[in-house]
């Protein structure tokens, strides 16, 4: 839809170019065609911007062996209820690893550089682990922000230092000094006639900081 619009607009600025000519001279015409330049160069920042707001993954199952040392330590040192599963996320800019287990019957992801540098955990939760305000005013925002659109999953994500979320993960949540909470939300939705997913995420206390379009080709079923 967007190319059409596009090139209809450049349709209409030649056309009304080539009718200037006799009308009103040269010079109608090079204002015109500084008007075209302009307009391109706003769609083509544009164009940049949707594109830089997208985020790309291949995720897919990888072994412990291929697991930087770093990170391996970082989850050795805590207890899960399940196996640890690992997986490594290729992006357009980035090489991530993340672990996979549950704890308290809840789904964790803890995401490591491609150095093993601990970056933040994200637990997957009901949207009743959510204080009801915080749920309601980011709810609002992606009623506002999508006529239509399914949330598919909510996530509590941790960041901080290696040794602050160590202690938090240790202690099962109680201590989150030096821990900054936020939540990212998944949603399925249609845009531009084509069914899509998004990852919005929000402050502790539903602010909303940023958002993109998920890209996603994984090479297999992600499991816990």
């Known amino acids: 839809?967007?190319?059409?619009?596009?090139?209809?607009?450049?349709?209409?600025?030649?056309e009304c170019a080539a009718s200037s000519k006799t009308a009103y001279g040269d010079k109608s015409i090079s204002i015109l065609k500084e008007k075209f330049l302009f307009v391109l160069c706003l769609v083509t920042l544009f164009s940049f911007q949707a594109f830089s707001q997208s985020k790309y993954e291949k995720e897919f199952r990888i072994k412990e062996s291929d697991v930087p040392s770093r990170a391996l330590s970082f989850v050795d040192s805590i207890t899960f209820d399940s196996k640890v599963k690992w997986y490594k996320e290729i992006g357009l800019d980035h090489i991530t690893f993340e672990a996979k287990a549950i704890s308290n019957k809840e789904r964790h992801s803890i995401e490591f550089s491609e150095n093993g540098i601990f970056q933040d955990v994200e637990i997957e939760v009901d949207v009743s682990k959510i204080p009801s305000d915080i749920y309601t005013k980011i709810t609002g925002f992606l009623t506002l922000s999508h006529k239509k659109h399914k949330i598919e999953k909510?996530?509590?994500?941790?960041?901080?230092?290696?040794?602050?979320?160590?202690?938090?993960?240790?202690?099962?949540?109680?201590?989150?000094?030096?821990?900054t909470i936020s939540y990212e939300v998944i949603i399925?939705?249609?845009m531009d006639g084509n069914f899509v997913m998004m990852e919005y995420l929000f402050s502790a206390k539903g602010e909303y900081l940023q958002s993109k379009q998920i890209i996603s080709k994984r090479k297999d079923t992600i499991d816990y």
Do not use: H
């Open 1 to 14: 839809m967007e190319r059409e619009s596009v090139n209809t607009s450049i349709e209409c600025k030649i």
């Open 188 to 190: 399925s939705t249609k």
């Open 154 to 179: 909510v996530q509590i994500q941790y960041t901080g230092e290696r040794d602050s979320a160590l202690m938090f993960l240790r202690e099962n949540r109680n201590n989150s000094k030096g821990i």
